[in-house]
């Protein structure tokens, strides 16, 4: 089956900057942060906790308005409008009262794919992530990883211009999250969408993408780009070479600098 057939679009962050009333004071949160995820790349966002990533996130998903600075898709200024990605949280986000296979076809069918196609489509989909078998299960009865694919497919097929995934992973064990980098990787690959991805991990950052952002703690500044210079499809002993534990130990010193202050 091909894939999608939607390679995304290009996102850019113009000098976004954000605070928020605490009390009297206004706290300033994300301080002209500017980044670019160009059509088909996978570009990661690091950095600490409670640096202003998810509110970066809610910035691009429209939820709310920057104080200062756009965004662009495609060029054109989208600043605060909804809409334009699909989001993967943290936990997945399916609708419980729904089967796997129905949480699939309702993506579908709310990015016009017709009610009959929906069905057949769901069930291919279903069995390309090695899922069919709990195609007529209720979500609770998968495990944490199977509820992640399942919200991995959902996002990818609701075909937004971007897919923004946030901390995805993050719950899920060692092990889990390992398979699940390499399942991730080979759906993308083959499909190659625009995903701005946040993790809290500089190896999973590594294996993933093509460019990381490296972000300061609040108010969130950007500290560096780097380019990633595996070639794709990406080797499953990536992180055995030299120049990925160089790349991660430079990453780890922009983080160390990030906290205290040098720049
Ligand atoms: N609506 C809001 N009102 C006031 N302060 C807020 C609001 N939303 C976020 N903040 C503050 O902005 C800062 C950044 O929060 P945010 O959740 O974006 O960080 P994060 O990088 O996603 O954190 P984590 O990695 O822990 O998930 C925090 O200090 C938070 O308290």
Redesign the pocket.
């Known amino acids: 089956m091909s894939g999608s057939g939607n390679r995304g679009s290009t996102l850019e962050l113009q000098n976004i900057v954000?605070s928020?009333?605490?009390g009297r004071e206004r706290?300033l949160?994300?301080n002209d942060v500017s980044l670019t995820v160009r059509a088909g790349e996978f570009v990661s966002l690091i950095?600490?906790?409670?640096?202003?990533?998810?509110?970066?996130?809610?910035m691009i998903g429209g939820v709310?308005k920057p104080d200062r600075g756009r965004v662009l898709v495609d060029g054109e200024d989208r600043t605060g409008q909804k809409g334009l990605i699909s989001y993967m949280p943290?936990q997945a986000a399916l609708f419980p009262w729904l089967k796997v296979e129905d949480n699939i076809r309702f993506a579908l069918i709310s990015t016009g794919t017709p009610m009959r196609e929906a069905k057949a489509q769901a069930a291919q989909w279903l069995e390309r992530i090695e899922l069919g078998h709990v195609a007529k299960e209720y979500p609770h009865v998968l495990s944490g990883g199977m509820q992640q694919r399942v919200s991995f497919l959902r996002a990818l097929l609701m075909r937004r211009s971007v897919m923004c995934l946030?901390?995805p992973f993050a719950a899920l064990d060692a092990l889990t999250r390992a398979d699940m980098q390499r399942w991730l990787l080979e759906l993308w690959e083959a499909d190659r969408r625009s995903v701005l991805f946040?993790t809290?991990s500089i190896e999973e950052a590594l294996v993933l993408s093509d460019r990381i952002y490296v972000?300061s703690p609040?108010p969130?500044t950007i500290l560096r780009e780097l380019v990633v210079p595996f070639d794709r499809p990406r080797r499953p002993d990536v992180w055995t070479s030299t120049e990925f534990v160089e790349l991660k130990q430079e990453v780890l010193r922009l983080l160390e600098e990030g906290k205290s202050g040098i720049q």
């Open positions: 954000k928020y009333a605490r706290i949160v994300l950095g600490p906790s409670g640096s202003g990533k998810s509110t970066l996130f809610r709310e943290q946030d901390e946040v809290h972000l609040a969130a």
